[in-house]
């Protein structure tokens, strides 16, 4: 099952629902639209890979286990070539699920049984989060001006306006919470950031988020900067007070 795809209205979010259950696609969808979101709707990740990438929507909610292509491999495949804002949906208290896709790159995850209305909380704050990235780049093409200036600690440089990450030089693909964690650690280095603190920063429309939540993306961003450097150590573990960065 694909839903024809049609073109994006102005201003229109537009959000993926990839899952075998059809009356959970049919019942999201409802709900969505009922907010004024778009949906195209996939009954397995084969099929919803190639219509990610070939025409990307602002956000998708993946199931885990589907036929043909389940979403632990989906998301792998789309993360080599797309920082596309993902959801996951993950069995009830299935911790494991839930590692396992925030470390391959998930923005959330919520377990099923699930409420329609956290599942459009959560949706809602992922594209506030991605807006806020990109309104620096906006504003600068809409005024003829240059973007911000990007910020620069140590051999760490992000760039918000261009949600660009780069350590000595080399590109470090970061998803939208990602880069929110690390631009909140970045933004104090030395300073030491409880988990509370970072999910405020991350998710910063008092939607509920569990401790491990962070601790796995923070987990997932050491294992792109060790891609690049293996020696990384800037992003520092102080156990029972939380993360700090050092730009030294």
Same mark, same amino acid.
């Given at each position: ?9 102005? +201003?229109?979010?537009?959000?993926? !629902? #990839? ?5 959970? !696609? @049919? @019942? #999201?969808?409802i ?10 709707l996939?009954?397995?990740g ?15 909610v ?8 389940? +979403? ?13 804002? %993902?959801?996951?949906? /993950? ?13 391959? +790159?998930a923005?959330?995850?919520?377990a ?17 989060? @991605?807006? %806020? ?12 001006e ?5 910020? %620069?600690?140590?051999r760490?440089?992000? &760039?918000?306006a261009?949600?660009? #990450?780069?350590? &000595?030089?080399?590109?470090?693909s970061? /998803?939208? /919470?990602e880069?929110?964690?690390? $631009? ?17 920063a991350?998710y910063? &429309?008092?939607?509920? #988020?569990?401790?491990? @939540?962070? &601790?796995?993306?923070?987990?997932r ?6 891609t690049?450097d293996? $020696?990384? /150590?800037?992003?520092?573990t102080l156990?029972?007070?939380g993360?700090s960065?050092?730009?030294?």
């Amino acid at each position: 099952m694909a839903e024809a795809e049609r073109s994006r209205s102005d +201003g229109e979010k537009i959000i993926a !629902l #990839v899952d075998d259950d059809r009356n959970i !696609l @049919t @019942t #999201v969808s409802i709900a969505l639209q009922a907010e004024g979101y778009a949906t195209r709707l996939y009954s397995d990740g084969e099929t919803a890979l190639k219509a990610l990438l070939e025409n990307p929507p602002d956000l998708a909610v993946f199931d885990i286990k589907m036929p043909r292509m389940d +979403g632990m491999e989906l998301l792998h495949r789309l993360r080599r070539h797309s920082a596309l804002p %993902v959801i996951f949906l /993950t069995s009830k208290d299935d911790e494991q699920d839930e590692e396992a896709g925030l470390e391959l +790159g998930a923005d959330d995850y919520i377990a099923k049984p699930f409420s329609l209305r956290l599942l459009l909380a959560r949706i809602r704050a992922i594209l506030r989060r @991605t807006e %806020v990235l990109g309104d620096g780049a906006e504003r600068a093409s809409d005024n003829n001006e240059e973007p911000g200036e990007p910020l %620069v600690r140590g051999r760490l440089t992000m &760039d918000p306006a261009r949600h660009q #990450v780069t350590w &000595d030089g080399r590109p470090v693909s970061l /998803t939208v /919470t990602e880069f929110l964690l690390l $631009e909140a650690l970045a933004a104090r280095p030395g300073v030491i950031k409880s988990r509370n603190s970072l999910m405020d920063a991350a998710y910063p &429309d008092d939607v509920f #988020v569990d401790d491990r @939540t962070v &601790d796995s993306h923070i987990k997932r961003m050491r294992r792109k900067f060790r891609t690049v450097d293996s $020696e990384f /150590t800037a992003i520092e573990t102080l156990y029972g007070a939380g993360y700090s960065f050092s730009d030294g």
